[in-house]
């Protein structure tokens, strides 16, 4: 039986539930610690995801731990903020812990930074790739040839059925949820062949500025195809894409496009992997976000 309490130095920390807690409050949690996270985009976390926090005695937040269910068998972990204190008195561990309690019976995924690798390690979590996270004011993508036979344009409410049947194919996992959440903020880039939808990518406003993801393709060709047009019309501002792409056409073009690699994280699974061995030709080229992949 795990505690709902946390003993932090000379005070107690309670658990409660983040829906609990006003965004604006949660951000002064991720900008304690560094992280880029505006209120606007805990509240899409929390419109797909469930999660703890640690609180005082007077409502004050002093960490987080939130899980996204997808489908019936599979969950991802992430927006794990320890504060140097809390984390120093093991308090990670006990809202991991939770978090874990709260997702038993499922598979789970994570990204874990270089701070948190050894404790999800711990818990019994497998490394499986290097992820980047390339950011930077963008540039003027390079010219490239589009795909043959291929149409791109931007995406369409009526192709949200097969955005999302592309996802599933690509992730293992239903994310309809997500999906859904995601295009309502974004702007979306498809290519088609004869009619099918056959890679996607989706932008939205995100931390310092916008963020590119997801990006759903079988090749690199058409990944650059579908990314293009959001760089090009991002150019000059601040922009990210986080991905496990490191070499090839698609890690190149994102260097050419002004977006170095700024930090890495370690893909980690527990149970089975992130992307079945069932799945399908398309991959993810770049996550929606650390937290839901």
């Known amino acids: 039986m795990l505690d709902d309490t946390f003993l932090l130095d000379a005070f107690t920390v309670r658990l409660g539930d983040i829906m609990d807690v006003e965004p604006d409050a949660l951000h002064a949690l991720s900008l304690s610690v560094g992280w880029p996270h505006r209120a606007e985009d805990w509240q899409l976390l929390r419109e797909v995801g469930q999660g703890v926090v640690a609180l005082d005695s007077i409502g004050r937040v002093y960490g987080s731990a939130m899980w996204f269910p997808f489908g019936d068998d599979f969950a991802t972990v992430g927006m794990v903020i320890t504060p140097p204190r809390l984390q120093a008195n093991g308090g990670g561990l006990w809202l991991m812990r939770h978090a874990l309690a709260r997702t038993q019976g499922r ?5 874990a930074t270089e ?3 050894r404790l999800c390690l711990s818990l019994g979590f497998v490394d499986e790739r290097t992820v980047y996270q390339c950011q930077g ?16 344009r931007d995406l369409r409410p ?3 059925a097969a955005l999302c049947e592309l ?18 903020r974004s702007r979306g880039i498809v290519l088609c062949r004869e009619g099918n939808l056959e890679a996607v990518a989706l932008c939205r406003p995100f931390g310092r500025g916008s963020v590119v993801g997801p990006v759903i393709a079988a090749t690199d060709e058409d990944a650059i195809a579908v990314v293009l047009p959001l760089v090009t019309e991002h150019a000059g501002t601040f922009l990210r894409i986080d991905t496990g792409q490191m070499e090839g056409d698609f890690a190149r073009f994102v260097v050419l496009c002004g977006l170095p690699v700024y930090d890495t994280l370690t893909q980690m699974s527990f149970g ?4 079945p061995e069932a799945a399908g030709a398309h991959v993810i080229y770049a996550l929606a976000s650390h937290t839901t992949g």
Do not use: C, I, Q, Y
Not at 107 to 111: A, M, T
């Open 107 to 111: 598979s789970l995924g994570l990204h």
């Open 115 to 117: 701070a948190a690798h």
């Open 137 to 152: 004011e963008a540039t003027m993508p390079p010219d490239v040839v589009p795909p043959a036979k291929a149409e791109v």
């Open 158 to 160: 009526s192709d949200f």
């Open 167 to 184: 996802d599933r194919r690509a992730r293992g996992a239903d994310r309809a949820n997500l999906l859904a959440s995601l295009v309502a």
């Open 272 to 275: 089975r992997p992130w992307v």
